[in-house]
Each structure stands twice: as structure tokens, then as C-alpha cells.
């Protein structure tokens, strides 16, 4: 079992999940079942991701088979863009939840700090990318006018009705993050980011710290997941598994540039949430505080690749224009 870390509002949260982007439809359930056999406890989702269906069918599955029981599971899914007014979050979450067969969620991030203009669940769901028809021939994306707080207090509502166990915060700039924190009444206990060495974040992670927020680092293997989706960027970008730097650590401990990678990020604090559908690299992943211990000179060698290069940014998304990072 990975090692529980303890969240600003009590919670323990395994620090290593599995994350379910870019999981097939028809594979998913499966996977996910196969997770819990080999004892992965956190299950990392979205709206968007658009397989929440079959997450739940494998949840069901070995909860059925009394393999766990739903208080050993910690379930994360997030709420997607259309849906900020606090009018339509619950709506969201509701769905959420009917998907995933669950009656509540231990964590649910507000997955980017962008408001989408509203689209109903008969029209589109998930809308992903879509704000409309006549948007979409456009190929732009409308906004909604809708405060990050009044979203965030939302939340605050859904969690003391008990629909969910905590909140998150997902893509939020420092900035941002103090904004909230400033103006809740419920602290968030996590943030989601991009977390890589070309991208350490370094006052991000000092400042979470400070406020005993919980970094969740996601696509921890940099470019990789991006190229995957044929982004040019990333394409053109050298990938880390072969960097001359985590190569000669790996070759060092004798592991995997793999688990180089992922040992960096849980020495620094951070939460994982990689994704395989190979039961031996489950199972590394799963254990990767076992499997190797890096020196602070690996620490800082690995640190020293940083920069600043994102592969996440909405400001490229259709020819919108959404400054987060910026």
C-alpha cells in the first residue's frame, strides 16, 4: 500500500492513485478492477475525461467481490468548465456520482479556473471542448461571467451536505490559490498541476506548503501524455525517459527512468497519479517509495532540467484566449 498523507482537514490520502485520463472506454473497467486487486486505493477522474461510467463499473466490481469496501476507496472527480454558476455545480456533481454509482466523493477539484458558458446535459455531456453550436462552427469557446469564489462556495455547499468529503483546486496559479484561500470558509486540501522536471514550480509547491495545501502533481512523465495527443509541442520536445540526466540516475539505482521520474516528485512532497496498463508498472508505480530513495544531489540534478515549459495551457485551446498562466 503507498503511503497515507494527511490532508489539512484530517483526511488520509494515499499519496500514489491511479489517474483515469486517456483510459479506453472499453478497457476501463477492467483496469480500474485490476488496480484494486493489486491494491491501488485512489482513483483519480473528471468530467471530462468522459469514462466515469466504466470507472464505476470497476469500482462496483470489486466491491462486489469484497475486495474493498467503499470507505477503503478515495474517488476524485472534478468539475468541468460549463458548469462553474453555482446553479449548475451540484448538477454536475450529481452526475458525477450517478456515473460512478457512488453517494459521494472524497475529493472534487474545480478541474481549471475558467467558466464556460452553460451547456445542458441533453445537448452535450460531456461537453469537453463545446459551448455551443454556433460556437463551435467558430471554433472559439464563450465564457461565462462567473467569480471563482462564487463556484468555490458552491462546493463549500456541496461538501456540508455531504456529497463530497473534500474540495480541490485544479490548474490555479499562485495567485489564484491565495484568492481562494482569502475568501472560503472551507480550506481546499489539495491542488492539481502539472508537475515535471521541465515544469518544478518550485514557489508554487513553497507557498502550498506554507498553507498546508496538498500538491497533486499530474502528466509526471512530461511531454509523454501530450505527444500521445499529437501536440507539436510536446512532439518537438525531447522526452524525459530518454534525458542523458535521468537516465544516468536510473542507471545509477539500477530502476527504470520511469521511476526516477516518480521518485523525484513523491521525495518532494507530491502526490502522483500515473497511469499503466501493465500490471508490473502498476505495481512499480504503486510502490515506488520502495523501490528507490534518490540522493538530494539526484534531487537538485533533476530540478536543474526546469523550464518553465507547460504542456497544459488554455491560452492554446481553440482560438480562445484564456490567460491562467500568463
Known sequence: MPKLLTLNNGMKMPQVGLGCWKIPNDICADQVYEAIKAGYRLFDGATDYANEVEVGKGLKRAMDDGIVKRQDLFVVSKLWNNFHHPDHVKLNLKRNLKDLGLDYLDLYYIHFPIAFKFVPMEERYPPQMYTGKADEAKGILTEENVPLLDTYRALEECQREGLIKSIGISNFNGGLVADILRGCSIKPVALQIEHH????????????????????GYSSFGPQSFADC????????????DHPVIK??????????????????????????????????????LNIDDNVTLTEEDLKSISGLNQNLRFNDPWDWNNSKFPIFH
Open 197 to 216: 522536471p521541465y515544469l518544478t514550480q518550485e514557489k508554487l509547491l513553497e507557498y502550498c506548503k506554507i498553507h498546508d495545501v496538498q500538491v497533486v
Open 230 to 241: 499529437g501536440m507539436d509541442l510536446a512532439k518537438n520536445t525531447p522526452p524525459l525517459f
Open 248 to 285: 544516468k540516475i536510473a542507471e545509477k539505482h539500477n530502476v527504470s527512468t520511469a521511476e526516477v521520474l516518480l521518485r523525484w516528485a513523491t521525495q518532494r512532497g507530491v502526490a502522483i497519479i500515473p497511469k499503466s496498463s501493465h500490471k508490473k508498472r502498476l505495481l512499480s508505480n
